[in-house]
């Protein structure tokens, strides 16, 4: 793979990791949803996890969608529901499942090394699957930026940055975590978003590997 490729590859990355921190952030506005809806229009991958969700956002109002959407991300992550889903890292790596564990000390680290500042606003522990996902895209980010500057030193510790983050974090929980929300999503959204999480995670833990 020669530079060029590998810079888009990497942009690529970030893009997915964008929109995955952002599909997990907050429960869905009308402004995302209508997004979703032009993204949806644009020629997609064969077996696309989101398939079915365009095809209903094709039929349905934005409005109807988002408020179905978000009445979904409210039931699994913030508790209106029987069985919340803790989108956090420490829940699914700690044998008490609580939150504040060790995981959350440990990506406070990693998040300070790089100089990655969680915005005060976001008011929650710093293991939250959307802002380990915002870092991923953000070190793919760089890894661009310093290919296109011909600093490949940069490039290659930016790599293994990510490399040691999917297999200390995101490559430990992240498939229990998509399990648990495949099972209980009444939305094809967030049914065929968790798939999306996942497979996500799984193919980079390979590619990041092989490079």
Not at 20 to 32: E, G, I, Q, S
Not at 118 to 140: G, K, Q, R, W
Not at 147 to 167: I, T
């Amino acid at each position: 793979m020669d530079t060029n490729d590998l810079t888009a590859l990497m942009n690529d990355r970030s893009l997915a990791y964008r929109f995955l921190a952002r599909a997990y952030r907050t429960a869905p506005d009308l402004a995302f949803i209508e997004a979703l809806r032009q993204g949806g229009a644009d020629e997609r991958p064969a077996d696309d996890p989101l398939e079915a969700f365009f095809n209903e956002l094709a039929a349905a109002s934005a409005e109807q969608m988002r408020i179905d959407v978000a009445a979904d991300y409210n039931r699994l992550f913030l508790g209106m529901g029987p069985h919340p889903i803790a989108p956090y890292e420490s829940v699914f790596s700690s044998a008490e499942g609580l939150l504040m564990q060790e995981a959350r000390d440990e990506v406070v680290a990693v998040y300070r090394s790089e100089g990655f500042a969680v915005e005060d606003a976001f008011n929650l522990p710093e293991d939250h699957l959307s802002l380990e996902l915002e870092f991923m895209a953000l070190m793919a980010e760089r890894t661009a930026l310093s290919l296109e500057a011909e600093s490949p030193d940069e490039a290659e510790r930016c790599l293994s940055v990510q490399r040691a983050f999917l297999e200390d974090h995101l490559g430990c929980w992240v498939p229990a975590f998509c399990d648990a929300v495949s099972e209980q999503a009444r939305t094809t959204f967030f049914r065929g978003l968790a798939r999306m999480t996942n497979e996500q995670v799984e193919a980079d833990r390979t590619l990041i590997a092989s490079l």
